[in-house]
């Protein structure tokens, strides 16, 4: 059988990753630079790498931490950008990306990772791996460098549905229990719902019936609800969760990374003022190095998908070799803390005990 | 009559800003060091300050730029930062926030600065002033540090309003192009609509709607629009003003301090880090001092209420005498470009072009 002699390739033993060698803006060639990264660290990591297998195959015999552990997956066809999510549903079946979420489908790996387009691979997610029963928005969990003691909050709803109802929101604050306690051991994540003002009478409707429901699944659901938190405290340490829909999600991730890009830049400037400045920066090399690996947006950039059978990392389609090799390292810890099975575990025990209110996901059938 | 005897005191021929000084973070005393360094810096200004007379003229009377130019007007009740918006509407009449408005009611004075309560200063703005014929809902105007040419962006709404439909945004777009071409001298400002993605079939429906609504008055209101920008736009260069709602707004401008924040005190770590590093940052001061100005939200910190008949600067809660500096030069150039009757001008000749639809607040009665 084809999947057996797959998994016994990808290396005996190891957590098998799927990888989607594909759609990321630096092609292949920084994906396997990636992967192999992650395999010179961790020995512990195999992989299956789905894209051209000419192309795959060269790229791969070039880097000797990746043999005998990546097995490579034909797939001709290739999700870009531009590509509609509706389109890659119906005609997707030979991309990489459909190949490498269907690793994960039939059970090879416990891990997608990808750094193709979020809007289909969030589609073609759905199709092929199926929402959680009782689950009706999945959600993208984002990271975000913070003043708590673990160096970032995780954030969701990053994008994967513009709307998010109450019992979305309070749903989301249960995946994201999950997983913070199993992605990174945060034992009781305080959990903050995003809003404009931290006074219970402020918000929208939605967001003062969330803030109800949240509170009354704290207990049942081991977690510490703060209530309302603001935009300000994202990177700071109020809470390690951070719940919103993933429209204003998005919009708050990508004005931090453009913030962040701009003193970035204002600093390099700075730097090269003045000779006196020029010194300084050589001086402060190291420092500022140590800076920029904390808060440097390709090593917190593992979005993952949730409320899905199964998990999907999703790499910054920018991300070079760090990136990747960072978005590798979150897939096996997952894979490793059986993170999938808990969260559906935990989704499902809500939902026994919310029983005075079945929820319109449970019953549409598009489970299992 | 009063009012002569207190615009003479104030200054002949000078511009007149009535503050209010109460209500700040940081006391009267940070209201009365920020007026009087403007006073120092512009011969132009003369100031209505609003509080407890007996606090106010000890204060003033230590400052010697003041002296003959700043009108005291007795205000014994303060507008706290916990006070809620309805209450102060119906027991703030003492207040020197009530003061402060009343004060370009009754045509004393062309602008209005305050760094009280936001939700309580819009609340009585649109009490006292009254909207602007026309507008349904009033915005809050304001910066970004970005990369543009003149080095920061205009955001409208902030946060004055939690919702905002397809011809709320749009007139948000109107707005924004008086205050970038009056505040600024941007002679053709470029317009973007904030959204999660720059392709048109993303996003909500009334983006949509907003898109087609502004994309159809750019001509006659001679803007550019450039479409959907997302969050990462905001400090880029991609536009000029950028229309969302206040909900979004408010959390993307809260997001965007928090960020500056950390990476600020993360900076300030990594130069304490080792003895090579503390040096560095001797060599760097001169530098780094011009980054912060450059980023410094205290700077940037003029928010300004839109659509009503008159102009409120809305200064920082915790701005120092350097904010308040900043935002009375704002309400200083606001008021000398003849802004309040420019914008009124404007939205009205758009009202009128638009009689095919007419508008809910045009029929209201609620102007003048």
């Not at 799927?18 to 990591?45: C, F, Q, T, W, Y």
């Not at 079946?93 to 059970?107: E, H, I, P, Q, Y």
């Not at 402020?202 to 509170?215: F, N, S």
């Not at 810890?333 to 996901?361: H, I, M, T, Y």
Request: glycine share 10%; charged share 25%; net charge positive.
């Amino acid at each position: 059988m084809t999947v057996l002699k797959d998994q016994s390739q990808a290396g005996a033993g190891r957590t098998i990753i799927s990888v989607d060698a594909m759609g990321g803006d630096r092609g292949p060639a920084a994906v396997v630079a990636g992967i192999s990264l992650s395999a010179k660290k961790n020995p512990e990591i195999g992989f299956i790498l789905h894209g051209p297998r000419a192309e795959l195959t060269k790229l791969v015999s070039k880097r000797k931490h990746l043999a005998g552990r990546c097995e490579i997956r034909d797939a001709r066809d290739v999700v870009s950008m531009q590509d509609k999510p509706a389109q890659v549903m119906r005609t997707g079946k030979n991309t990489s990306m459909w190949s490498a979420l269907d690793s994960v489908r039939n059970g090879e790996a416990t891990v997608c990772v990808s750094c193709g387009n979020t809007g289909a691979l969030m589609a073609l997610s759905i199709l092929r791996l199926r929402k959680l029963s009782g689950i009706y928005r999945p959600a993208i969990a984002v990271m975000w460098p913070s003043r708590n003691p673990q160096g970032f909050n995780i954030m969701l709803d990053g994008g994967a549905d513009i709307r998010a109802d109450a019992k979305d929101l309070m749903q989301y604050a249960l995946m994201g229990t999950s997983y913070a306690r199993n992605g990174f051991g945060l034992e009781r994540p305080r959990i903050g719902l995003l809003n404009v003002g931290t006074e219970e009478h402020k918000g929208r409707a939605e967001l003062k019936e969330a803030h109800d429901l949240i509170a009354a699944n704290a207990r049942r659901a081991d977690f510490e609800f703060v209530g309302f938190v603001e935009g300000r405290e994202l990177p700071d340490d109020a809470c390690d969760v951070i719940v919103t829909d993933g429209f204003t999600g998005n919009v708050a991730l990508k004005t931090g990374e453009g913030i962040a890009s701009l003193i970035s830049d204002l600093l390099k400037e700075a730097f090269k003022y003045s000779p006196l400045s020029r010194l300084a920066s050589v001086l402060a090399y190291t420092s500022l190095q140590r800076l920029k690996k904390r808060i440097d947006p390709r090593r917190a950039n593992g979005g993952v998908f949730l409320g899905l059978n199964g998990t999907v990392v999703k790499s910054h389609g920018a991300a070079d070799a760090t990136g990747i090799s960072s978005a590798v390292k979150l897939a096996f810890e997952l894979a490793q803390s059986g993170f999938s099975e808990k969260l559906a575990a935990r989704v499902a025990s809500a939902a026994l005990l919310d029983q005075d209110e079945p929820s319109e996901a449970t019953s549409d059938g598009e489970n299992q």
